[in-house]
């Protein structure tokens, strides 16, 4: 009898392994060496957990299943009854527990201490590599906490709940109770049709629920109640929610006239009885990227909102919370760039093509080289950012440089490390070929998360013209920005040419005001360049400072990826970035 004699047409070879049961903070020592350089060093341990963590199997699973079964938006119960609730995959509940679990939401104010700001940081970075939307409502919580302080009666209440520990994703009361919430988590809801990024402009109303004739409608914590609609809110199903409306007065006329500029309000979804606040979510936005995370549109209908902050002053009250998740764009950006140099790395270092393997081939080896560069620059710039935060704290003349400081570099560096993730992204994916393109490798669907960063919390054009009005009315701002880059003066020629260029760049700038716009993508991509070499060069090993500063600054630039100075040590430089 003739049997089938099949050929072996599906034995794998020459592909890389799962990626996989690896701790990704040992695996990336340029990380290691920046927290250790900023004051961290006493988080080694906890990173080392979270490393192990994200790493494993199971994690890097939970996150593919969280993006790829996306959430789901449920408006009514099945008896109509309206209950606007949006159902995640137990995936992403699990990696935002995890998350919570580890403190990378509000750690650096639950234990603060030096370096507290670096180490949440990082422990917020080695998630956000793996699994990045789950990060937008970790990030809202840790900013939130600032801006409450500006109403001592609502921060008596919520911060003990943002800095809990356990992760709870129903829509529950507060409480000590088996049936109650422990630990909250915060989202946003500023933008609308109308204004996007010109919050000034919202058209939402909040009327006092009591007290219009007495004053107490104008104290910190006051109730309201809030009408209107919201472009973009993103985490929808967060227990509570920093919103802006325009407050209303009654006239002595009796006719009701809404302020001049809009308030910040604290707007729970469930309120202190149990009861459900109205919180319509009107549909959820399809997404480019940022698959895992709901966003939603959503309506205020008579909704219970408290003040927070002085009338009219919301914007000044939640720009603290603005700051802070500025900062957080920078850090998963750098994530990002994180994950993108680590799994092309891993396939050029399993892969054979031509005879050798893809790390070894020169042009791969360049490729890989300056990815690397790229996101070493980058993770120096967040972890710096997260030190000048902690420094921030102290109440002399050291604190108030770095709260200058602060001021100035998170949006120069959340504009230009944010631009340069998509471009990083996408090379990244190419070193991988057509794996890369496809959805069951993870860079595709980090090449799509990339550009959020980007365009949230301020796109580019609104973050460089915060760089002119922060240049304009904070002087000091680019003293201690300047002070900064300066301790680098003198171990690069080209690094300090590029300086004093700079510095011709804002002086230009200050001297004619009305030019100042067309310019001012220009002087915040100098400003990042002078700030980024300028740590590469204190903090990267020389070989790889030399590579940056040359490939960025020097005279023989070029414009893509792989375009390294002749002579660089290219091996060196990835030695850095595999442990």
Not at 138 to 143: I, N, P
Not at 371 to 383: G, Q, V
């Amino acid at each position: 009898m003739t049997r089938p004699q099949p050929h072996v047409t599906h034995e794998v070879t020459n592909q890389a392994p799962p990626r996989e049961g690896v701790d990704e903070y040992a695996d990336f020592p340029a990380l290691r060496r920046a927290v250790h350089a900023f004051g961290g060093a006493w988080g080694d341990d906890r990173l080392h957990d979270v490393g192990r963590l994200v790493g494993s199997a199971g994690f890097q699973a939970d996150a593919e299943r969280a993006n790829r079964f996306t959430p789901e938006l449920r408006t009514f119960d099945r008896w109509g009854r309206r209950v606007d609730e949006v159902d995640y995959d137990p995936a992403y509940h699990r990696v935002l527990g995890a998350a919570v679990a580890h403190g990378a939401h509000t750690s650096a104010w639950a234990e603060p201490r030096p370096g507290a700001n670096v180490v949440r940081a990082a422990v917020f970075s080695l998630f956000a590599q793996v699994e990045p939307g789950h990060a937008c409502p970790v990030s809202m919580s840790h900013a939130a906490v600032p801006s409450l302080a500006h109403a001592p009666s609502v921060a008596e209440v919520w911060v003990p709940r943002l800095l809990g520990r356990e992760y709870d994703g129903r829509l529950a009361p507060f409480g000590e109770g088996e049936d109650r919430k422990r630990g909250a988590l915060f989202g946003m809801a500023m933008t609308e049709k109308q204004g996007g990024s010109d919050v000034r402009a919202g058209t939402t109303l909040a009327r006092p629920a009591a007290g219009d004739g007495d004053g107490s409608a104008t104290e910190p914590g006051a109730p309201h109640l809030l009408t209107g609609h919201k472009w973009f809110c993103s985490a929808p199903m967060s227990d509570a929610f920093l919103v802006l409306a325009r407050a209303t007065r009654r006239a002595p006329s009796g006719e009701e006239r809404p302020d001049d500029d809009v308030s910040c309000f604290l707007v729970p979804r469930v309120l202190d009885d149990g009861t459900r606040n109205v919180f319509r979510i009107q549909r959820l936005k399809d997404k480019l990227g940022n698959r895992s995370n709901a966003s939603g549109e959503i309506e205020l209908d008579g909704t219970v909102g408290y003040l927070v902050g002085e009338p009219g002053l919301g914007v000044r009250t939640i720009i603290e919370m603005v700051a802070r998740t500025r900062e957080d764009c920078v850090h998963g950006t750098a994530a990002g760039m994180r994950q993108g140099v680590a799994e092309a790395l891993w396939h050029a270092r399993h892969r054979t093509a031509f005879g050798a393997r893809l790390v070894d081939q020169p042009a791969m080896t360049a490729v890989l080289a300056d990815l690397a560069l790229e996101s070493e620059a980058a993770t120096l710039t967040s972890l710096r950012l997260a030190a000048a935060f902690d420094a921030a704290t102290a109440r002399d003349d050291d604190g108030a440089q770095a709260r200058a400081f602060s001021r100035l570099a998170t949006a120069v560096a959340k504009y230009w490390v944010c631009k340069r993730g998509p471009a990083h992204a996408y090379e990244a994916m190419e070193c991988l070929g057509g794996n890369g393109y496809t959805e069951a490798f993870p860079l595709a669907r980090r090449y799509r998360e990339q550009p959020v960063m980007a365009i949230w919390e301020g796109s580019g054009n609104v973050i460089a013209l915060d760089v002119l009005r922060a240049l304009a009315r904070d002087p000091e701002s680019f003293e201690a920005f300047d002070a900064e880059v300066s301790r680098a003066t003198g171990a690069s020629a080209i690094l300090d040419r590029h300086v004093v260029r700079t510095r011709r760049l804002v002086a230009g700038v200050s001297r004619d005001p009305g030019a100042a716009p067309a310019q001012a993508r220009r002087l915040v991509e100098a400003l990042a360049l002078a700030l980024q070499a300028s740590l590469m060069v204190r903090f990267a090993p020389e070989g790889s400072a030399d590579a940056f500063v040359a490939a960025r600054l020097g005279e023989d630039r070029g414009l893509g990826y792989g375009v390294l100075p002749s002579g660089t040590d290219l091996r060196a430089i990835l030695a850095a970035h595999a442990g």
